[in-house]
């Protein structure tokens, strides 16, 4: 009998000391969290409210029911969003803008009352838009293309000022992508055909000339070679012209000696054609 009372007085025992270790755990494990590495923490206390420093990497205490910690990434972090923007000449232009953002460690408290956690994805696309819009409207459709550093650049700043307001840092703003609407390229299409048909003309005019031109050079050497053959005509009679003749006929007897389709018929054709008769 007593042995029975001793074994379930030892069993009782056993068990509230591990209920006490169990409970102990859990509030141990209840009063720690963990901070990773390129992350931050923002504490919020329930008669406090948002606490203003801001808790560091490692593992921390903190009062259960009392305190909870809210985990900020604090790494870079890569953003785009397309718009649609008017340039100057009304044209519409379709960009894509890519964004690398991290919030300002000491500001993590404000930005958590004002903002919350995704704070990222609640500004930038706005502010994005904004800058976009303002920056393309200083522009002709057709200078974005050939003063692209520049916007770039204006809207890189635009951007950083709008952002700072927000107690978020850009580390780098850049257009990723660039186009135009279907009536801009169409009529971007049109013109350079329309180029390509000029400048198929002007070569058309410029060869018409330089064939006009040489006709003008080989009608004035013929003309020359014409007055040269009077001149020496004149100085020394028909003699050259008969030379030309005689030439002339040489290269006739040499053509037709090389071609065997030829036959020679003398001048007296009669003797041949009598003998015949006999």
Excluded at 28 to 52: H, I, M
Excluded at 85 to 99: A, I
Excluded at 238 to 263: F, H, P, Y
Aim: proline residues 3%; charged residues 25%; contains cysteine.
């Amino acid at each position: 009998m007593g042995s029975n009372q001793a074994a379930v007085s030892l069993l009782t025992n056993i068990a509230r000391a591990a209920f006490s270790l169990g409970l102990g755990a859990t509030v141990l494990n209840s009063s720690l969290y963990t901070v990773d590495g390129g992350q931050r923490a923002v504490l919020f206390d329930r008669f406090r409210g948002v606490v203003d420093d801001t808790v560091g990497e490692g593992t921390h205490f903190l009062i259960p029911w009392l305190q909870r910690p809210f985990i900020f990434d604090i790494r870079t972090r890569a953003h785009s969003f397309t718009s649609v923007s008017g340039t100057k000449d009304l044209q519409m232009v379709n960009l894509t803008l890519r964004v690398l953002s991290r919030p300002e460690v000491n500001h993590l408290p404000t930005i958590f009352k004002t903002l919350g956690l995704e704070y990222d994805e609640k500004v930038l696309p706005s502010i994005g838009n904004e800058v976009l819009k303002a920056v393309v409207a200083q522009f002709n459709a057709d200078q974005l293309l050939t003063e692209r550093p520049r916007v770039s650049a204006l809207v890189c700043e635009g951007l950083m000022a709008r952002a700072k307001d927000f107690n978020i840092v850009l580390d780098d703003v850049a257009i990723t992508h660039l186009s135009y609407g279907a009536e801009f390229s169409k009529a971007v299409e049109q013109k350079q055909v329309a180029q390509q048909e000029a400048e198929r003309s002007k070569f058309v005019v410029m060869k018409a000339e330089q064939e006009r031109r040489a006709a003008i050079i080989r009608a004035e050497g013929e003309s020359e070679a014409a007055q040269l053959i009077s001149d020496a005509t004149s100085a020394a009679g028909m003699g050259l012209i008969e030379l030309r003749k005689i030439e002339a006929a040489r290269e006739n007897v040499a053509s037709m000696a090389r071609n065997g389709n030829v036959v020679y018929v003398p001048r007296d054709a009669n003797i041949f054609l009598g003998g015949l008769r006999a």
